[in-house]
């Protein structure tokens, strides 16, 4: 059974910067599309960013094109997802997500129901 369990959450101000990673377990040879979503109160799960751990395609959602980048470390099983120039409408509960054995481009990567495992979540707040 997989594991993802996220980390680096927490609060900075507006315009600053924040690394948020995800640490994985059980996907090893299952060659997955990792990816990150969000979800604030009362509003949908959001894509963020995804990346294919076997061709290195990454993905972006319009709302955080040129902030944020997505990146692994196959040999530690992390993934990791940079945000800078966070702004109060990044604030958010942060997911990682995992699809297994299929590349990013063969699914609906912006969807959360493309992906199988989940991680518990880590929190970012942007302070207005």
């Known amino acids: 059974q997989a594991q993802l369990v996220e980390s680096g959450g927490g609060s900075v101000q507006a315009g600053g910067s924040l690394t948020l990673s995800c640490v994985t377990s059980g996907l090893t040879n299952s060659r997955p599309c990792m990816g990150w979503f969000r979800q604030s109160p009362g509003k949908e799960r959001e894509a963020v960013a995804a990346?294919?751990?076997?061709?290195?395609?990454?993905h972006y959602a319009d709302s955080v094109q040129g902030r944020v980048t997505i990146s692994q470390d196959k040999a530690k099983n992390m993934v990791y997802l940079q945000m800078n120039s966070l702004k109060q409408e990044d604030t958010a509960m942060y997911y990682c997500a995992a699809k297994t054995w299929l590349t990013c481009a063969l699914i609906r990567w912006e969807r959360a129901s493309s992906f199988d495992y989940w991680g518990q979540g880590t929190q970012v707040t942007v302070p207005s």
């Open positions: 990346i294919s751990s076997t061709t290195g395609d990454t």
